[in-house]
């Protein structure tokens, strides 16, 4: 097997402070909590990275909720132009998103930069847990972004319910859930009104992806393991799921990491496949 990649899409905390203050840095603050959707702005507000703008995953990273959708509808590409609009982002800005620890939703935002062709995005590993820990500075200023004009571009590497459910009858993909095992076997449900998972797919909960310290494992270890549940050492046939689309995007910058790109997005996961009772649902690991 191939050696560990070259280009890795974390930072860790004291490469970013050292770049505290560049021209062309945007550090974007994705903390949240599924139960208490303002908990991360308060966070926020309390402290966060110098110069680090907020994003809110229901308002930001997300569209409104409709019948047909789960629970965190990719947003609309002019909805997400507009957002990178406000922060001044141009085509050579950094963008460095962290939450609360372990990437969880600031792989979100690393993944829908990626789908509209921003390639200059980096999750801070370990995020807040970690660089508090370090001792590093804090602030508590709303930074002043100077808005630019953003062109529309169209996201890029997802597949809707229709498209997930054509391609596993022709078993062409390889879906892969990110859901705790006890969620992913149906024994537990906190969240959804149905408990179990797509039939076909593989359990590959995103703290396996994870050291104890919140932070993700070397490359080369997250690229054995990722092999031995992928049975191969490529990745362009794993579309990655979890209960609505974030979780998920956490697999797919695990990957990426490992040196295994190429993945993409079932975008309505869990909590949309169960929005038609007709759809099949299996339980047990």
Not at 10 to 28: E, F, N, W
Request: charged content about 20%.
């Amino acid at each position: 097997m191939s050696a560990a990649p070259p280009f890795t899409p974390l930072i860790d905390a004291a490469a970013l402070a050292a770049r505290l203050g560049d021209d062309g840095l945007l550090i974007v603050d994705c903390r949240f909590d599924l139960a208490r959707p303002d908990w991360g702005r308060e966070q926020y507000a309390q402290g966060h990275l110098p110069g680090a703008v907020y994003a809110h995953l229901d308002h930001d990273l997300s569209s409104p909720i409709t019948p047909q959708s789960g629970r965190h509808p990719l947003p609309s590409a002019e909805a997400f132009a507009a957002t990178l609009g406000r922060w001044g982002v141009g085509d050579n800005t950094l963008v460095v998103a962290y939450d609360q620890g372990n990437g969880a939703f600031a792989a979100r935002l690393w993944w829908l930069l990626r789908a509209v062709g921003h390639r200059g995005v980096l999750v801070l590993d370990g995020g807040y847990a970690v660089w508090k820990a370090a001792n590093l500075p804090l602030d508590t200023a709303e930074p002043a972004r100077r808005a630019i004009a953003q062109p529309v571009r169209a996201l890029q590497g997802w597949l809707t319910t229709a498209q997930v459910q054509h391609e596993l009858d022709a078993q062409a993909i390889t879906l892969v859930d990110a859901r705790s095992p006890e969620r992913y076997a149906g024994q537990q449900e906190p969240i959804d009104p149905v408990a179990g998972h797509v039939p076909g797919a593989i359990n590959h909960p995103l703290t396996d992806n994870l050291a104890p310290d919140g932070r993700f494992l070397p490359a080369e270890l997250l690229r054995q393991r990722w092999q031995q549940r992928l049975a191969s050492d490529d990745a362009g046939a794993v579309v990655s799921m979890c209960g609505s689309g974030i979780t998920a995007c956490h697999n797919l910058l695990a990957l990426e990491a490992a040196g295994l790109p190429g993945g993409r997005l079932y975008a309505g996961s869990w909590s949309e496949w169960i929005r038609d009772p007709s759809r099949p649902v299996a339980t047990k690991a």
